[in-house]
């Protein structure tokens, strides 16, 4: 079993390193494609057709697999089996009050631990929602870990109502000593923690020789060093260098985002643009620089507006003359440019995040641990379906 996963994550990771000019960059960064074999075939898609590839990750494969003969070998290395789980059926008055189709990974998520005697450390655990059903389905008592103090409030009160045994922990796990949560007779559960609070949750759990340790990860980036560091011998001996932009990527499905989401995040890019070829004219700079991430409101405004805030972000005076409509075109054909790069991208987004994933799963061997990896549930629910399984050995 071993072996099975240092090999896989080995021809995972010389795929993507053989690849890395087509997904280890900015798409902002270039005015025009920067692979000539693409040119001809980026040019003639259109947007209706970009935009149904970009939704089938194997269908957007196959096709650009024509130009990047590795995509034909990498459908087979991401592949990861699915589980089936025994959904638990949760009272009316369990489930009210959490959102959409959070419910159905809960209880997939549950279904799939299947854990009724060990009692459970629930991590970042917000409301405690999850901890709250692994109470429900049968296990002895959950302590749950959360940063924020209302939440812990909240959950706690929830608890006491629905006559649940669980306890809630309030404390700042990057900062705070938490080694006292951790016992070696315990389930340690974390579902979709981020970046560094799953990684300590997975430092303390093997360190503490916790009986099980069982995650599925979120957002590898946050509250981690600008260029990534691995946890396996394996990944530390690759000559792939991950930034903080190569892990965002492997987010970068938006299965469960609404419409109204995408149409913002469209006019957010193209606005952006629209300011950068403003800048690069007033600079005279032939260089994308970014501006600051700015709550969403500003974009159901003006224009020109935007264009005021961002100059003062990034200390530029604006002249008075400014035709903001010419700059919103120029945007919107280098916009068909970015998308085109970013659609490139995408086909090495789950391989991106395998990679990712296979590294903890090595971590965790390394600990003293037999390891599984499946999907928890359907992408449809959640594209952050990998579920870690480990047992200590």
Known sequence: MTSNFV???????????????????????????PWPELDDYLTQLSDVNLNALDMDQSALQRALA?????????????????????????????????????????QDFVGALNEHSLPVLEWCAGKGHLGRIMAF???PHVD???????LCAQGAESAQQQHLSMTFHCADIL???VEQYFRPQQH??????????HQNFMSEASKAGCEKISLSPCCYHLFTPAQYEPMSDAAKQSLLKLTHNDMKLALQETVTAPTRVGKVRKKEVLWRLAFD???????????????PSVNKAIFSGEFDEFCHWAANQKGISLPEDIDYGAYLEVARQRQQITERIEFVRHAFRRAIELWLVLDRVLYLQAAGYDVTLKQFCEKSLTPR???IQAVKR
């Open 277 to 291: 070829a403003l800048r690069r004219e007033i600079t005279h700079s032939d260089k994308y620089v970014s501006v």
């Open 385 to 387: 379906n990998l579920l």
């Open 66 to 106: 024509n130009y990047i003969p590795q995509l034909n070998e990498i459908a087979k290395l991401i592949e990861v089996d699915t589980l089936k789980p025994q959904r638990p059926t949760l009272p009316f008055w369990l489930s009210n009050g959490i959102k959409g189709r959070k419910v159905n990974q809960l």
């Open 188 to 197: 340690a559960v974390a579902l979709h923690a981020c970046g560094k609070l």
């Open 137 to 139: 389905t049968g296990v």
């Open 144 to 150: 749950s870990v959360e940063l924020q103090a209302h």
């Open 7 to 33: 090999s896989h994550f080995k021809a995972l990771d010389q795929l993507l390193y053989e690849t890395r000019q087509y997904w280890q960059l900015l798409a902002f960064d270039h005015l025009c494609t």
């Open 175 to 177: 900062q705070d000593p």
